[in-house]
Nanobody, 114 residues
Framework: QVQLEESGGGLVQPGASLRLSCAVS????????LGWYRQAPGKEREMVAL???????RYGDFVKGRFSISRDSAKNTVDLQMNSLKPEDTAVYYC????????WGQGTQVTVSS
């Protein structure tokens, strides 16, 4: 079993930056993938960024170089640095971990508005 706890969400203006962090209850090197997903009201959950235990990364098409995912094995955390935020980035952001199962955090709200 893996517990995930997100932090770092909030309200920011367009163009601002925000860093999300996810604390993982298990050694992250034992997990195949870590990632961030998001879900906006009335929309399906979508992949934002993934990172493998070999540090291979993958991003949603909408990211376009604005976000960066990273992992820290010493702290058992996975972070998402988000720059140049847009109103359409407003969503609940969920941390995800995968081994043979899929694990989800409770989510953290990110609101981008002027």
């Amino acid at each position: 079993q893996v517990q995930l706890e997100e932090s770092g969400g909030g309200l920011v203006q367009p163009g601002a930056s925000l860093r999300l962090s996810c604390a993982v209850s298990r050694n992250i090197d034992s997990l195949n993938f870590l990632g961030w997903y998001r879900q906006a009201p009335g929309k399906e959950r979508e992949m934002v960024a993934l990172i493998s235990r070999r540090d291979t990364t993958r991003y949603g098409d909408f990211v376009k170089g604005r976000f960066s995912i990273s992992r820290d094995s010493a702290k058992n955390t996975v972070d998402l640095q988000m720059n140049s935020l847009k109103p359409e980035d407003t969503a609940v952001y969920y941390c995800n971990a995968k081994d043979q199962r899929n694990y989800w955090g409770q989510g953290t709200q990110v609101t981008v508005s002027s």
